[in-house]
């Protein structure tokens, strides 16, 4: 006796693609200054975006991949990136990352305009904005200068000299 047996073939196939998600995150050349100081984002997220959203706090939105803004009033900005390859997408947002600080005011007084040469003078740094400021540099006008906020100076020799800070 014979059986009859069916036998079925059963075949599957799955399709698989596999896509990294975007992380966003950037650097900048600089991130404070005076007054109109010029900054260079630079994208730096992972897993290949095509679309860039950046705001920089100020009213200047972007959607290039690398902008250049300028910050024309002082304060602190929070600069926002937001990217996507059209699956996924990711936000960063870093809070006060660029410092503005208004120009300062240079200005400064001696302690005495008439001296004799080896004799010390005072330079007194009235800059209005002394504190926020991180170096200095003095041009006493014979050659020499110094880094010192307010330095006292001996010139060694007579004559008139412009003296710059």
Known sequence: MFKKFIVFSFFCFFSFSSYSQVVA????????GCVGLKVEFN?????????WQWDFGNGV???IQNP??????PGFYNVKLYVSDGLTGSMIFKESFV???EKPLIDFKVSDSLICASDSIDFINNTNTISL???YYWD????RHSLDVSPQYIYNDTGFFDISL
């Open 25 to 32: 995150d950037f650097t900048s050349s600089i991130n404070n």
């Open 43 to 51: 994208d730096i997220s992972h897993g290949h975006p095509n679309v």
């Open 61 to 63: 939105v972007s959607n």
């Open 68 to 73: 250049i803004i300028t910050f024309n009033d």
């Open 99 to 101: 410092s503005i600080y």
């Open 133 to 135: 400021i991180d170096s």
């Open 140 to 143: 006493f006008g014979d050659g």
